[in-house]
Antibody, heavy 126, light 108 residues
Framework: QVHLVESGGGVVQPGRSLRLSCAAS????????MHWVRQAPGKGLEWVAFISYDGSNTYYADSVKGRFTISRDNSKITLYLHMNSLRVEDTAVYYC???????????????????WGRGTTVTVSS | EIVLTQSPGTLSLSPGERATLSCRASQSVSSNYLAWYQQKPGQAPRLLIY???SRATGIPDRFSGSGSGTDFTLTIFRLEPEDFAVYYCQQYGSSPLTFGGGTKVEIK
């Protein structure tokens, strides 16, 4: 059974930092691209960041570029999202999600999400 | 950036009826790279459709995706009680990846 479990959310003041983690199981984590997607309270979905299977390529939404960093540790089967200079508008549930592509597709990525975690809540408030 | 507009915002239907959800793009979606997701309250989204019309693994055949270019449709034939949820479309043909605002399918 493929599972993604996020952790690390919480309440943080504007301007502070937070690191989210996503533990994977049930598939060969090191072979697939991964995404972070967020959902503000009562709102729709917003793609945040992507990382290739080996971490060599990363892409970001303009709204988080320069403040957030996506990374992965394939030896620990874990995806991360380092969030700096947090703003009130970063308040959301953050989901990690798997891309169907990666090493097994010769580094062809599809950029949709075939497996999602249940999310972790980040609240930025003074 | 491609803006996806979903309509209607809310669809009120009874079990057994057909649901037709629309997703319109502000510009043509490359190679019909459009996906649909279902989200129930308090749950993560679930992939239903990719490539505009291909069902994801384990998705019942009452879910059908169609369309091309700028106009896409998700049809749910014969709504089951578990189908009442919010549905999102997402384009992955160009950067940045974008989602529509969602259509809520509620019980009438």
């Amino acid at each position: 059974q493929v599972h993604l479990v996020e952790s690390g959310g919480g309440v943080v003041q504007p301007g502070r930092s937070l690191r989210l983690s996503c533990a994977a199981s049930g598939f060969t984590f090191s072979s697939y691209g991964m995404h972070w997607v967020r959902q503000a309270p009562g709102k729709g979905l917003e793609w945040v960041a992507f990382i290739s299977y080996d971490g060599s390529n990363t892409y970001y939404a303009d709204s988080v570029k320069g403040r957030f960093t996506i990374s992965r540790d394939n030896s620990k089967i874990t995806l991360y999202l380092h969030m700096n200079s947090l703003r009130v508008e970063d308040t959301a549930v953050y989901y990690c999600a798997k891309d169907p592509g990666g090493k097994t597709t010769l580094s062809t990525y599809y950029y949709y999400m075939d497996v999602w975690g249940r999310g972790t809540t980040v609240t930025v408030s003074s | 950036e491609i803006v996806l507009t979903q309509s209607p915002g809310t669809l009120s239907l009874s079990p057994g009826e057909r649901a037709t959800l629309s997703c319109r793009a502000s510009q043509s979606v490359s190679s019909n790279y459009l996906a649909w997701y279902q989200q129930k309250p308090g749950q993560a989204p679930r992939l239903l459709i990719y490539g505009a019309s291909s069902r994801a693994t384990g998705i019942p055949d009452r879910f059908s995706g169609s369309g091309s270019g700028t106009d896409f449709t998700l049809t749910i034939f014969r709504l089951e009680p578990e189908d009442f949820a919010v549905y999102y479309c997402q384009q992955y043909g160009s950067s940045p990846l974008t989602f529509g605002g969602g259509t809520k399918v509620e019980i009438k």
